[in-house]
């Protein structure tokens, strides 16, 4: 039976990241990707010109109208905007708690634009967390979320189990922010204590539109095709480290990363991804 995902998130006009960047991928994994769309961003691969929320009525019918009819066995949360989506997502989710729930905390886009009002932090942090299988911050996003700086291996380790006691199964702190290190190294760690480093070298491109939505899409895919959350993680960082290194030259800022690549490349699992356990 074909598989199916959906994904709550914004929609990106210069279809690099958001609710696109969640089709294709989904595409690209075999599995067919369903969406609630929650905001229109005018964006392009310079910065975000104007966000328009859609009404929080309207987001609950189309994650409603898609839950009731198609077989969803994974579920990805992106761009929520503001405190009232995040509660109407939540009373919507909480109806199905056995489909894997992927909360991706989208706040700032890369050029700075707010895609998450200040006062909605705490609905996400009280709503949605407690219910998320994983969640997936970047670091600026942990930042605000534990209210700790994050600068360190070390500090990965503390804001992760910090976020683990807000009541998500699972974390994965992405560390495509830390440029001082030569390596894009993310966090995985589970509530029951399971934890291991993803590594992969760091490429040098301004190509990254789109890698924490297409990261997340990747893991969201897996997880409906039955995977583990362990082998999700590790099959989405091969995803997104292939889409990273064929990066698309496309407008005058960051482009787009490149969907296609782990499917061209044969989806072969190289020697990319170093793991490295924890204890
Ligand atoms: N230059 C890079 N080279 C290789 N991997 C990278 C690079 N930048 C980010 N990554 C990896 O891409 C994934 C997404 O991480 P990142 O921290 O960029 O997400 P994000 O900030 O949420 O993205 P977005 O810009 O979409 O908000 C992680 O696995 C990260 O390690
Ligand atoms: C719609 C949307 N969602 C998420 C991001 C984060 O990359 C973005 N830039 N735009």
Do not use: W
């Amino acid at each position: 039976m074909t598989s199916v995902a959906l994904t709550i998130a914004g929609s990106d006009s210069g279809g690099g990241a958001g609710i696109q960047a969640d089709l294709k991928t989904f595409q690209e994994l075999g599995v067919f990707g369903t969406s609630a769309l929650t905001a229109i961003t005018a964006q392009n691969t310079l910065g975000v010109h104007a966000v328009q929320p859609v009404d929080p009525k309207t987001v609950a019918a189309q994650i409603r109208a898609v839950l009731d009819d198609l077989p969803v066995t994974a579920i990805k949360t992106g761009m929520l905007f503001s405190d009232e989506i995040i509660r109407i997502v939540a009373e919507e989710l909480k109806s199905f708690p056995s489909i894997p729930l992927v909360i991706d905390p989208v706040m700032i886009a890369k050029g700075g634009a707010s895609l998450l009002q200040n006062e909605a932090v705490l609905a996400l942090c009280k709503q949605l967390l407690p219910i998320a299988t994983l969640i997936t911050p970047n670091i600026p996003e942990a930042e605000v979320l534990t209210g700790q700086s994050i600068h360190s291996e070390e500090d990965m380790e503390v804001a992760a189990k910090a976020l683990l006691s807000m009541g998500p199964s699972a974390i994965l702190l992405k560390g495509g922010h830390r440029e001082d290190v030569p390596f894009a190294e993310d966090l995985f760690m589970t509530a029951d204590g399971e934890h291991f480093l993803m590594r992969s070298k760091r490429i040098a491109t301004p190509n990254t539109h789109g890698t924490g939505c297409t990261f997340a899409a990747a893991i969201t895919a897996e997880l409906a095709k039955g995977h583990s959350l362990e082998d999700a993680v590790v099959t989405a960082k091969h995803f997104i480290h292939a889409a990273i290194e064929d990066g698309i030259e496309l407008g005058n800022g960051h482009g787009p990363t490149n969907h296609a690549a782990y499917r061209k490349s044969g989806q072969l699992k190289t020697k990319e991804v170093e793991l490295i356990e924890r204890n």
